[in-house]
């Protein structure tokens, strides 16, 4: 199995940035596909970005343009790079991984547990 724990999540100003860090476990991470999902209070978990095996990438228009997505496998890590954050960013941050190179919004069967992200304006 594979098991994952973010890292990097904390408090900043509206327009600030953060990078967030996974550290994944495993002999096969590079045959998976990452990404990066986020729960606000009352709200649903919600997709933020993702990155396959191979590399491609897929953001979520909510954080368009201000959000990016990178792995290092030799690390066995994957990285969230925030920029312009602003309130609405504010969130749980959770890693997670699925075997297969085809970036999805869901069927994620590894999670880590999660760093919060809070903006402030």
């Known amino acids: 199995q594979v098991q994952l724990v973010e890292s990097g999540g904390g408090l900043v100003q509206a327009g600030g940035s953060l990078r967030l860090s996974c550290a994944a476990s495993?002999?096969?991470?590079?045959?998976?596909?990452m990404a990066w999902f986020r729960q606000a209070p009352g709200k649903e978990r919600e997709f933020v970005a993702g990155i396959g095996s191979g590399g491609n990438t897929v953001s979520a228009v909510s954080v368009k343009g201000r959000c990016t997505i990178s792995r290092d496998n030799a690390k066995n890590a994957v990285y969230l790079q925030m920029n312009s954050l602003k309130p609405g960013d504010t969130a749980v941050y959770y890693c997670a991984a699925r075997l297969g190179a085809t970036i999805a919004t869901v069927d994620y069967p590894y999670w880590g547990q999660g760093t919060q992200v809070t903006v402030s304006s």
């Open positions: 495993g002999r096969t991470f590079s045959t998976y596909t």
